[in-house]
Nanobody, 122 residues
Framework: QLQASGGGLVQAGGSLRLSCAAS????????MGWFRQAPGKEREFVAT????????NYADSVKGRFTISRDNARNAVYLQMNSLKSEDTAVYYC?????????????????WGQGTQVTVSS
């Protein structure tokens, strides 16, 4: 089970840190990812991190602004979002993938959290 939190309303240029708490499985075995879905749009990849935390990958739209990290001792993954833009407004989802290396496709993720709303005002 995945529980995302930390969303909210922030002004453009501001920062937010999303958290995702995992329970019910061996968290450290999974690649973890963040996705987002804006109103009227498809869910899209944001960032992913390997089981060890040693490898990461980002969507071009967030590269240099967002940082994904994880703490296997706490069964948690984080998304630090800086320099937020209005186009970052979306529901953000964390997800877990049992296979692959830093997968970027939705179909590679088996477990999903419930989502947390991020709204960036311009």
């Amino acid at each position: 089970q995945l529980q995302a939190s930390g969303g909210g309303l922030v002004q453009a240029g501001g920062s937010l840190r999303l958290s995702c708490a995992a329970s019910g499985g061996t968290f450290s075995y999974y690649e973890m990812g963040w996705f987002r879905q804006a109103p009227g749009k498809e869910r899209e990849f944001v960032a992913t991190i390997s089981w060890s935390g040693g490898s990461t990958n980002y969507a071009d739209s967030v590269k240099g602004r967002f940082t994904i990290s994880r703490d296997n001792a706490r069964n948690a993954v984080y998304l630090q979002m800086n320099s937020l833009k209005s186009e970052d407004t979306a529901v953000y989802y964390c997800a877990a993938a049992p296979y692959g290396l830093i997968p970027i496709h939705l179909s590679e993720y088996d477990y999903w959290g419930q989502g947390t709303q991020v709204t960036v005002s311009s």
